[in-house]
């Protein structure tokens, strides 16, 4: 089975930094990717990482420890458009598990 | 390209009554899955297709059924419509190729919110 851990909820200040961690159990791993959801929408696709390291993308980067079961989502520069609910999850062969989701607030 | 798209956006069912979300792409796609979002939780898959005749169930398939006839379409059938079946429903799609490091990142449909009293 597969199991995903993250944070309920984090609140943030505009221009700030924010750390969004995932642990994750899992029988089989081929790779793990972060989406964001505005309320009422759909998730958009934010990063993947299948090998350690850092990934960057802008003010957005993701970090992977495979040894560790454990990813972490950097947001930097916060701006308010970035409050959303960010969806870790898991890829065994070509299906996603999710963990629950942050809802991230970010205040002025 | 418009992606995925679903239909309808959102509708009412009373318990027993069925019905067929539709979902289609237009990226030629492969893989095509359908998940369910209730409040606080994450999404689960219900069902998957790796290509047009082949269907798999995921985590919570009880319910529900699907086919994928082409390539484009996947609908999700609810036949006997209960409560718990309220929810989001999120239709995504990805391409895979059979060859190692492949992404296969998956986008998804606006979504069908589904009210069953």
């Known amino acids: 089975g597969q199991n995903i851990d993250q944070p309920t909820e984090m609140t943030a200040t505009e221009g700030a930094i924010v750390q969004i961690n995932c642990t994750y159990q899992?029988?089989?791993?081929?790779?793990l990717f972060w989406y964001q959801q505005h309320a009422g929408e759909a998730p958009t696709f934010l990063s993947y990482?299948?090998?350690?390291g850092l990934e960057e993308k802008g003010r957005f980067s993701s970090f992977l420890s495979r040894s560790k079961g454990y990813s972490y989502l950097l947001l930097k520069e916060l701006q308010m458009k970035d409050s959303a609910s960010y969806l870790c999850?898991?890829?065994?062969?070509?299906?996603?598990?999710f963990g629950k989701g942050t809802m991230l607030l970010v205040s002025p | 390209n418009a992606g995925v798209t679903q239909t309808p956006k959102f509708r009412i069912l009373k318990i027993g009554q069925s019905m067929t979300l539709q979902c289609a792409q237009d990226?030629?796609?492969?893989?095509m899955y359908w998940y369910r979002q209730d409040p606080g939780m994450g999404l689960k898959l219900i069902y998957y297709?790796?290509?047009?005749?082949?269907?798999d169930k995921g985590e919570v398939p009880n319910g529900y059924n699907v086919s994928r006839s082409t390539t484009e379409d996947f609908p999700l059938r609810l036949e006997l419509a209960a409560p718990s079946q309220t929810s989001v429903y999120f239709c995504?799609?990805?391409?895979?190729?059979?060859?190692?490091?492949?992404?296969?990142?998956?986008?998804f449909g606006p979504g069908t919110r589904l009210l069953v009293l």
């Open positions: 995504a799609s990805s391409y895979s190729r059979k060859t190692s490091g492949n992404q296969e990142t998956q986008y």
């Open positions: 899992t029988s089989g791993f081929n790779g």
């Open positions: 990482n299948v090998l350690d």
């Open positions: 999850a898991v890829r065994r062969y070509s299906t996603l598990t």
């Open positions: 990226m030629n796609h492969n893989y």
């Open positions: 297709s790796v290509g047009a005749g082949i269907t």
